[in-house]
Every structure is written in C-alpha cells, then in structure tokens.
C-alpha cells in the first residue's frame, strides 16, 4: 500500500492540508482501484460513500439530458477530487464520471473523510474553496453557452485543452476526445462539430490525423474564442 504522505498528487488537492498523522490513517483506509479507458466510475443518480482522489488519468463529468444526449460538464485530471459536493449535501452524485483514459485513483472512505471535517478547519476551507470554484466555473460557462458562437466555444475548447493537459511529442493534443465529445463539451450537433474542425483545418488554425488535432496558430484561435 502506498504511503499517502509521500503522494505528490495529494499537493493539487484539499488534502495537502492533512497533517502526517492524517495521512497514515487515511493510506490505512483508502482503497486504491486501476479504471480502464471507458469505464464508469459512478453514474448520475449514485450514492457513493467516499470520494475518490485521481492519482493519475482524466475523467469526464457528464449529465444526460431528457433527450438522452449526454453534456460533458468537465474534465477531471490528476491531483483532483470526485464526489466531494455530493458527500456534504449527502445526496446521490448528479453527474456522471467516466474515464477517458486508463485511470489510478484512491477511494476515501465518507466515514474517514467527514472525521477530517470534524478536526481539521484547514481541510474544510480547502474542500469549500473547491467546491466555490466549480460553481464560479459552473457560472462562467452558463454565459459562454449563452454568449458565444459555436465557433468562438470551440476555440476556446481547443485552448483549454492544449493549456491544461499538455500535448504530445508530436505536438497533438494529448487528451484525445472523440467528435462526439468534444461537440458535447461546446454544446452543439456532433455534425456541426465536425464541419467546425473541417473549417479550422482549411484555415491553418489546426491539423487534424485522423483522431488526433494539433493547434496550429495559438495566437489566432485565442482571438477567435
């Protein structure tokens, strides 16, 4: 079992405000689980008794609507927690997480995490500050659906994408999502998405090969968006 005070993720989250002895307790009851590429971790409408601490892979958040179309709400990445609204209000998740890539995490037992609310007033901040931030990102993205084109929504994607996960060798995107997806994610018809990327393409702004989408003038795609 790996120690948790010796786990740089632990850094990127509330927990890095645990103190030693915390952490021996919490790598005591934490159970670490491998998540292929494409499995669920939990389904919107379940109740889960913990939380999760992604050591490493990214996982998209989504909602299914009445029409049965799945909105991708966010992406999760190594070094955040899943589930921490849903453990304070003490209701069932209302999203799903569903890895986009082979994923290590840590599931944190409700019991375990709530003692720590109890006794550590610096975890608690954290775990609000979070919570703060996702709805202050929530909000931000109510008005991008509302306010922007398509177009200046896919740009915007593109960047986020290229900024927060990386890209590989080759200079492609290293989070490679599927039309689908990424039209979910800008809120628009998975055709719409793909004569969007066609256009981008035709202009020099990227490159598609096959799944993979490299950005090809920051400066012009950040204009755009």
């Not at 990445?77 to 799903?96: A, D, F, H, T, Y």
């Not at 500050?129 to 509302?146: H, Q």
């Amino acid at each position: 079992m790996s120690k948790c005070e010796q786990c740089i993720v632990r850094e990127f989250s509330s927990l890095k405000a645990l103190n030693k002895e915390e952490l021996v307790k919490l790598a005591e009851c934490k159970t670490s689980i491998t998540i292929k590429k494409g499995d669920t971790i939990f389904e919107e409408g379940d109740t889960i008794n913990g939380i999760y601490c992604v050591k490493d892979g990214v996982c998209k958040l989504s909602k299914l609507s009445p029409n049965g179309k799945d909105q991708i709400v966010k992406l999760i990445k190594k070094g955040e927690l899943l589930g921490q609204r849903s453990l304070i209000s003490e209701e069932p998740v209302n999203l799903s997480a569903v890895a986009l890539e082979d994923m290590q995490v840590c599931f944190i037992p409700k019991s375990e995490v709530m003692g720590f609310f109890d006794k550590n007033n610096q975890f608690s901040m954290n775990v609000m500050k979070t919570i703060c931030g996702d709805l202050k990102e929530s909000d931000e993205n109510i008005v991008n659906m509302a306010q922007k084109t398509v177009k200046e929504r896919l740009a915007e994607t593109l960047l986020h994408l290229h900024d927060t996960y990386g890209i590989n060798e080759d200079n492609s995107l290293k989070i490679q999502l599927s039309r689908e997806e990424l039209a979910s994610m800008i809120g628009t018809a998975t055709e719409s998405c793909i004569r969007l990327l066609s256009d981008f393409n035709k202009l020099g702004l990227i490159e598609l090969t096959g799944k993979k989408i490299t950005l090809k003038d920051i400066s012009k795609l950040k204009k755009m968006s």
